[in-house]
């Protein structure tokens, strides 16, 4: 599966943004998608999870509260809506596929992976 991600820009702090990853190539129903971020000079972070529906969903610490996964299987995509932005959410974010019903939280469980998108949070 091919994964497209897209939606960053640069933000005030309190903003919002909505993350879009855009699936190709498989079927898009039958795999869990998770967003993860980068931040320079730091490891890769889980941000948050979704299985084949709505109702399953997995966040991190930096997304639980203010961040909202969702998918939309007719549309083949997966969003990221994120709230209340903090200059320390500044980063790359990559969308992630696996063939699974349920997501997981480690980067490496993940097969596919989108090119990133950049967030830019200023104070």
């Known amino acids: 599966v091919q994964l497209q991600a897209s939606g960053g820009g640069l933000v005030q702090a309190g903003g919002s943004l909505r993350l879009s990853c855009a699936a190709s190539?498989?079927?898009?129903?039958?795999?869990?998608l998770g967003w993860f971020r980068q931040a320079p000079g730091k490891e890769r972070e889980f941000v948050a999870g979704i299985g084949w529906t709505n109702m399953t969903t997995l966040y991190g610490d930096s997304g639980e509260g203010r961040f909202t996964i969702s998918r939309d299987n007719a549309e083949n995509t997966v969003y990221l809506q994120m709230n209340s932005l903090k200059p320390e959410d500044t980063a790359v974010y990559y969308c992630a596929a696996k063939l699974s019903v349920v997501p997981h939280d480690d980067h490496a469980w993940y097969d596919y992976w989108g090119q990133g998108t950049l967030v830019t949070v200023s104070s």
């Open positions: 190539g498989r079927t898009f129903i039958n795999y869990a």
